[in-house]
């Protein structure tokens, strides 16, 4: 018989709970790897002939030194308001994705598995994701201190950035970029979700006396699948990074927008350009995914007692 066999299908209402909780938790916690990452993807430091690119360590250090270390949660905001329904939207039609892709025997072959996983991506790209990062990375561009009351920002919080985009860009530059952040999400989720349910797995195969791993496990395995995904799309992170924090002429298409980042990205400062903030998204992602994986795991399985517990009372009378 089947490990899960006898489990009923996760709600929806279970998949918002878990997930929030879980993204809220991730954000909290790795938050200021992704300011450092965006900060590293918009610098122009290292254009000078004899100059270096400036490095991770010496990026943060620089934001904490100038805008003091609140700084390093710029865009905070809008991580959390939109990353309940960002990771409610990615396991709910991950799992309904790999429920329609399933055999008549209910089981996903690893390569609709990645399917799922891709189609995942690409939903919640389009549903919370390109217009929370747009506003995020607004957010986060702005090198001013926070400890200065006179330096006033551009855009001083989440609603206050949405407000001002909308009405000098229109609602359309909120979505700028949104073919490269879907390319990005669904080949993060299509290499993280495969490779977290295979290590899953595996990780079963060699402990059958156990019906749940526990935690720890699924951190290490959340842990190595996460990293996958930013080693393979690098270079669309970056260009949508300053796709997204641009501002255009109206009538300008997004593939010449694309085109033009691209072209001066290798044009002044080569190849190496294209994987600028790799070390802080990594450390960013990576970790990321392991809370998120264990945490959702541990809530879904609450969730899952809890709902259980009563009807077991009530046949034991």
Same mark, same amino acid.
């Given at each position: ?33 992704? =300011?450092? +990452?965006? /900060?590293?993807? $918009? ?11 400036? @490095?991770? $360590? ?12 609140? *700084? ?5 905001? *809008?991580?959390? !308001? ?15 994705? +790999? ?18 996983? $891709? ?13 929370? &990062?747009?506003? +995020?990375?607004? $957010? ?10 006179? &330096?006033?920002?551009? %855009? ?8 001002? #985009? ?8 909120? %979505?700028?970029?949104? !073919?490269? =952040? ?11 979700? =495969? ?19 526990? !935690? ?5 395995? @959340?842990?190595?699948? @996460? ?6 799309? *690098? ?5 949508? =990074? ?16 694309? *085109?033009? #980042? ?9 190849? /190496?350009?294209?994987? +600028? ?19 959702? &795991? ?5 969730? &899952? ?13």
């Amino acid at each position: 018989m089947s490990r899960n066999g006898d489990k009923k299908p996760v709600g929806f209402a279970t998949h918002i709970t878990a997930g929030g909780l879980a993204g809220a938790m991730e954000a909290l916690c790795c938050q200021p790897l992704d =300011t450092i +990452k965006v /900060r590293m993807q $918009l610098s122009k430091s290292g254009t000078a002939p004899g100059t270096k690119p400036r @490095g991770f $360590l010496a990026t943060g250090l620089m934001i904490v030194r100038r805008e003091t270390p609140l *700084a390093l949660y710029k865009g905070l905001g *809008a991580v959390l !308001s939109g990353i309940v329904p960002k990771m409610a939207i990615r396991f709910a039609s991950f799992e309904t994705y +790999k429920g329609w892709l399933a055999d008549s025997s209910g089981n996903t072959k690893v390569g609709n598995i990645f399917i799922a996983g $891709l189609a995942a991506g690409t939903t919640e790209a389009v549903a919370v994701v390109c217009p929370m &990062e747009v506003v +995020k990375i607004r $957010l986060q561009a702005q090198q001013h201190s926070l400890a200065d009351p006179l &330096e006033a920002p551009r %855009y001083r919080n989440a609603g206050h950035a949405v407000y001002t #985009i909308i009405r000098e860009e229109g609602v359309s530059a909120l %979505y700028r970029g949104v !073919s490269l =952040t879907a390319l990005r999400q669904a080949t993060n989720q299509g290499a993280n979700f =495969t490779a977290y349910q295979e290590l899953k797995k595996l990780a079963h195969s060699y402990q059958l006396d156990l019906k749940d791993l526990p !935690s720890y496990q699924h951190m290490v395995i @959340g842990l190595i699948s @996460g990293a996958m995904g930013p080693f393979s799309n *690098a270079p669309i992170d970056t260009i949508k =990074t300053r796709l997204q924090k641009a501002s255009y002429e109206p009538g300008t298409s997004a593939f010449q927008r694309i *085109a033009a #980042i691209a072209k001066e990205m290798w044009r002044q400062e080569g190849v /190496r350009s294209f994987y +600028k903030g790799i070390t802080p998204r990594v450390l960013r992602v990576a970790p990321g995914q392991a809370i998120v994986f264990a945490v959702y &795991e541990k809530v879904r399985g609450i969730i &899952e007692t809890m709902k259980v517990s009563p009807s077991q009372d009530r046949y034991s009378e």
